[in-house]
Protein backbone atom coordinates (compact mmCIF):
# COMPACT_ATOMS: atom_id res chain seq x y z
CA UNK A 1 0.00 0.00 0.00
CA UNK A 2 1.21 3.50 -1.40
CA UNK A 3 1.73 5.75 1.97
CA UNK A 4 -0.84 8.75 1.09
CA UNK A 5 1.50 10.95 3.08
CA UNK A 6 4.27 10.54 0.22
CA UNK A 7 2.04 12.06 -2.42
CA UNK A 8 1.94 15.31 0.07
CA UNK A 9 5.27 15.90 0.00
CA UNK A 10 5.55 17.44 -3.87
CA UNK A 11 2.04 19.23 -2.70
CA UNK A 12 3.56 21.07 0.50
CA UNK A 13 6.62 22.01 -1.53
CA UNK A 14 4.92 23.35 -4.66
CA UNK A 15 4.91 26.75 -3.56
CA UNK A 16 9.25 26.55 -3.79
CA UNK A 17 10.65 27.59 -6.62
CA UNK A 18 14.22 25.98 -5.84
CA UNK A 19 15.40 23.47 -3.61
CA UNK A 20 18.86 23.19 -2.76
CA UNK A 21 20.01 20.22 -0.89
CA UNK A 22 22.85 21.01 1.04
CA UNK A 23 25.84 17.40 1.83
CA UNK A 24 28.74 16.50 2.76
CA UNK A 25 30.40 12.95 2.54
CA UNK A 26 31.26 12.94 6.17
CA UNK A 27 30.63 14.92 9.48
CA UNK A 28 32.44 18.09 10.86
CA UNK A 29 33.14 19.86 7.26
CA UNK A 30 30.92 22.77 8.34
CA UNK A 31 28.03 21.52 6.57
CA UNK A 32 25.29 23.61 8.95
CA UNK A 33 27.42 26.05 8.96
CA UNK A 34 27.36 26.70 5.10
CA UNK A 35 23.67 25.81 5.10
CA UNK A 36 22.56 28.12 7.95
CA UNK A 37 25.02 31.12 6.44
CA UNK A 38 23.87 30.64 2.63
CA UNK A 39 20.06 31.19 3.77
CA UNK A 40 21.17 34.46 5.57
CA UNK A 41 23.10 35.63 2.81
CA UNK A 42 20.25 34.99 0.26
CA UNK A 43 17.46 36.45 2.68
CA UNK A 44 20.24 39.58 2.81
CA UNK A 45 19.82 39.96 -0.83
CA UNK A 46 15.77 39.71 -0.58
CA UNK A 47 15.05 36.41 -1.52
CA UNK A 48 12.49 34.70 0.21
CA UNK A 49 14.24 31.86 1.94
CA UNK A 50 13.47 28.97 3.64
CA UNK A 51 15.86 26.92 6.13
CA UNK A 52 15.04 23.20 6.59
CA UNK A 53 17.22 20.81 9.10
CA UNK A 54 16.69 17.61 8.50
CA UNK A 55 19.66 16.04 10.44
CA UNK A 56 17.50 14.33 12.65
CA UNK A 57 20.43 12.76 15.10
CA UNK A 58 23.08 15.73 15.21
CA UNK A 59 20.77 19.48 14.36
CA UNK A 60 23.02 22.39 14.88
CA UNK A 61 21.33 24.88 12.41
CA UNK A 62 19.27 26.30 15.67
CA UNK A 63 22.13 26.96 17.64
CA UNK A 64 23.89 28.89 14.91
CA UNK A 65 20.94 30.88 14.45
CA UNK A 66 20.45 31.28 18.01
CA UNK A 67 16.77 29.86 17.31
CA UNK A 68 14.66 30.54 20.75
CA UNK A 69 11.05 30.56 22.31
CA UNK A 70 10.03 29.70 18.83
CA UNK A 71 7.49 27.23 17.45
CA UNK A 72 5.33 26.42 14.59
CA UNK A 73 1.86 27.36 13.82
CA UNK A 74 -0.32 24.20 13.49
CA UNK A 75 -2.97 25.19 10.57
CA UNK A 76 -3.77 23.28 8.24
CA UNK A 77 -0.62 20.94 8.94
CA UNK A 78 2.76 23.03 10.69
CA UNK A 79 3.34 26.77 9.82
CA UNK A 80 7.47 27.17 9.74
CA UNK A 81 8.36 30.44 12.09
CA UNK A 82 9.97 32.55 10.91
CA UNK A 83 13.80 34.18 12.44
CA UNK A 84 16.37 36.98 10.67
CA UNK A 85 14.04 37.02 7.92
CA UNK A 86 13.82 33.28 6.96
CA UNK A 87 11.37 30.82 7.03
CA UNK A 88 12.82 28.13 9.65
CA UNK A 89 12.27 24.51 10.24
CA UNK A 90 13.80 21.60 12.34
CA UNK A 91 13.11 18.65 14.43
CA UNK A 92 13.91 20.45 17.77
CA UNK A 93 10.67 21.94 17.87
CA UNK A 94 9.45 18.62 19.13
CA UNK A 95 12.49 16.85 20.71
CA UNK A 96 13.77 19.68 22.12
CA UNK A 97 17.64 18.91 23.61
CA UNK A 98 17.00 15.46 23.84
CA UNK A 99 18.43 13.32 21.76
CA UNK A 100 16.59 11.31 18.98
CA UNK A 101 17.83 7.50 18.41
CA UNK A 102 16.00 6.64 15.04
CA UNK A 103 16.86 3.41 13.83
CA UNK A 104 16.41 3.53 9.83
CA UNK A 105 12.92 3.13 9.39
CA UNK A 106 11.72 5.37 12.16
CA UNK A 107 13.97 8.05 10.64
CA UNK A 108 12.07 7.51 7.39
CA UNK A 109 8.91 8.07 9.07
CA UNK A 110 10.01 11.07 10.83
CA UNK A 111 11.35 12.45 7.85
CA UNK A 112 8.22 11.93 5.56
CA UNK A 113 6.12 13.20 8.32
CA UNK A 114 7.89 16.88 8.60
CA UNK A 115 8.25 16.84 4.73
CA UNK A 116 4.51 16.38 4.30
CA UNK A 117 2.83 18.31 7.16
CA UNK A 118 5.12 21.00 6.87
CA UNK A 119 3.30 24.17 4.55
CA UNK A 120 5.63 26.33 3.03
CA UNK A 121 4.45 30.11 1.86
CA UNK A 122 5.83 31.16 -1.16
CA UNK A 123 9.75 31.06 -1.45
CA UNK A 124 12.41 31.84 -3.90
CA UNK A 125 14.86 28.84 -2.29
CA UNK A 126 14.32 25.85 0.00
CA UNK A 127 17.70 25.20 1.81
CA UNK A 128 17.74 21.36 2.98
CA UNK A 129 20.60 20.85 5.74
CA UNK A 130 21.61 16.96 5.16
CA UNK A 131 22.36 14.73 8.01
CA UNK A 132 26.20 13.95 6.07
CA UNK A 133 26.88 10.87 4.50
CA UNK A 134 24.52 8.79 2.27
CA UNK A 135 22.10 8.15 5.02
CA UNK A 136 18.86 7.18 4.46
CA UNK A 137 16.94 10.39 4.44
CA UNK A 138 19.64 11.58 1.60
CA UNK A 139 18.34 8.59 -0.39
CA UNK A 140 14.68 9.73 0.91
CA UNK A 141 14.64 13.15 -0.45
CA UNK A 142 16.44 11.79 -3.57
CA UNK A 143 13.36 9.61 -3.85
CA UNK A 144 10.52 11.60 -2.84
CA UNK A 145 11.17 15.39 -3.27
CA UNK A 146 11.39 16.73 -6.79
CA UNK A 147 13.61 19.53 -8.76
CA UNK A 148 16.47 19.13 -5.96
CA UNK A 149 19.94 20.48 -6.57
CA UNK A 150 22.68 19.39 -4.83
CA UNK A 151 25.43 21.69 -2.92
CA UNK A 152 28.57 19.76 -2.01
CA UNK A 153 30.42 20.70 1.00
CA UNK A 154 34.12 19.34 2.01
CA UNK A 155 37.25 20.01 3.19
CA UNK A 156 40.90 20.14 2.16
CA UNK A 157 41.17 16.88 4.31
CA UNK A 158 41.87 13.86 1.06
CA UNK A 159 39.46 11.66 3.74
CA UNK A 160 36.98 14.38 3.87
CA UNK A 161 37.44 14.15 0.24
CA UNK A 162 36.88 10.65 -0.42
CA UNK A 163 34.03 10.23 0.96
CA UNK A 164 32.65 13.44 -1.43
CA UNK A 165 33.92 10.84 -4.19
CA UNK A 166 31.45 8.01 -2.91
CA UNK A 167 28.47 10.35 -2.85
CA UNK A 168 29.40 12.53 -6.10
CA UNK A 169 29.15 8.89 -7.86
CA UNK A 170 25.97 8.04 -6.80
CA UNK A 171 24.27 11.48 -7.88
CA UNK A 172 26.09 11.02 -11.42
CA UNK A 173 24.54 7.83 -11.70
CA UNK A 174 20.94 8.86 -10.26
CA UNK A 175 21.62 11.97 -13.07
CA UNK A 176 20.73 13.76 -9.98
CA UNK A 177 21.41 18.31 -10.58
CA UNK A 178 24.64 19.12 -8.43
CA UNK A 179 25.51 23.12 -8.04
CA UNK A 180 28.87 21.94 -7.42
CA UNK A 181 31.34 21.26 -4.42
CA UNK A 182 32.93 23.83 -1.99
CA UNK A 183 35.54 23.66 -0.58
CA UNK A 184 35.75 24.93 3.76
CA UNK A 185 38.29 25.45 6.32
CA UNK A 186 40.48 26.82 3.72
CA UNK A 187 44.67 27.06 4.59
CA UNK A 188 47.04 28.51 2.35
CA UNK A 189 49.57 25.60 3.64
CA UNK A 190 47.07 22.53 2.19
CA UNK A 191 46.59 21.92 -1.44
CA UNK A 192 43.51 22.71 -3.07
CA UNK A 193 41.01 19.95 -4.29
CA UNK A 194 39.96 21.56 -7.28
CA UNK A 195 41.96 19.64 -9.99
CA UNK A 196 40.27 16.68 -8.98
CA UNK A 197 36.55 18.24 -8.85
CA UNK A 198 36.95 19.45 -12.25
CA UNK A 199 38.36 15.72 -13.26
CA UNK A 200 34.67 15.01 -11.99
CA UNK A 201 33.52 17.33 -14.39
CA UNK A 202 31.77 19.31 -11.47
CA UNK A 203 31.75 22.88 -10.97
CA UNK A 204 34.49 23.53 -8.25
CA UNK A 205 32.57 26.83 -6.52
CA UNK A 206 35.16 27.97 -4.47
CA UNK A 207 37.30 27.91 -1.35
CA UNK A 208 35.72 29.44 2.30
CA UNK A 209 38.78 30.10 4.73
CA UNK A 210 39.30 28.65 8.24
CA UNK A 211 38.22 31.52 10.09
CA UNK A 212 38.97 31.64 13.76
CA UNK A 213 36.46 33.84 14.45
CA UNK A 214 33.47 31.64 13.58
CA UNK A 215 33.42 30.16 16.52
CA UNK A 216 32.43 33.26 18.46
CA UNK A 217 30.22 34.14 15.98
CA UNK A 218 27.70 31.08 17.08
CA UNK A 219 24.48 32.48 17.52
CA UNK A 220 25.05 35.81 16.53
CA UNK A 221 24.18 36.49 12.86
CA UNK A 222 25.36 39.74 12.52
CA UNK A 223 29.14 38.62 14.07
CA UNK A 224 28.46 35.98 11.57
CA UNK A 225 27.75 37.63 8.47
CA UNK A 226 30.61 40.01 9.13
CA UNK A 227 33.04 37.09 9.23
CA UNK A 228 35.60 36.56 6.27
CA UNK A 229 33.93 32.86 5.93
CA UNK A 230 30.76 34.75 5.50
CA UNK A 231 32.04 37.44 3.27
CA UNK A 232 33.86 34.92 1.09
CA UNK A 233 30.50 32.37 1.04
CA UNK A 234 28.85 35.55 -0.71
CA UNK A 235 31.19 36.24 -2.75
CA UNK A 236 31.07 32.59 -4.15
CA UNK A 237 27.17 33.19 -4.20
CA UNK A 238 27.01 36.11 -5.91
CA UNK A 239 29.51 34.36 -8.79
CA UNK A 240 27.24 30.91 -8.54
CA UNK A 241 23.82 30.36 -10.56
CA UNK A 242 22.72 29.01 -8.00
CA UNK A 243 19.30 29.12 -9.21
Known sequence: MVDPRIS???????????????????????????????????????????????????????????IQGLQPKEEKGIVPPKVHDVSYMSIIFYSGQYSLPLRAADASNALIELLSITRWEQQDVLILDMPPGISDATLDIIRFVKRIQFFIVTTPSQLAY??????????????MPIIGILENMKRTSLPSIEAQ???????????????????????NTEVLLDTAFARKLEEIVSKTPLF
Open 8 to 66: SINESLKEIRNIITVVSGKGGVGKSLVASTLALTLAKKNYKVGLFDLDFTSPSTHIILN
Open 162 to 175: ATVEKLLDLLSELR
Open 197 to 219: VEQKAIRFLGDLPFDEKIEEAIG
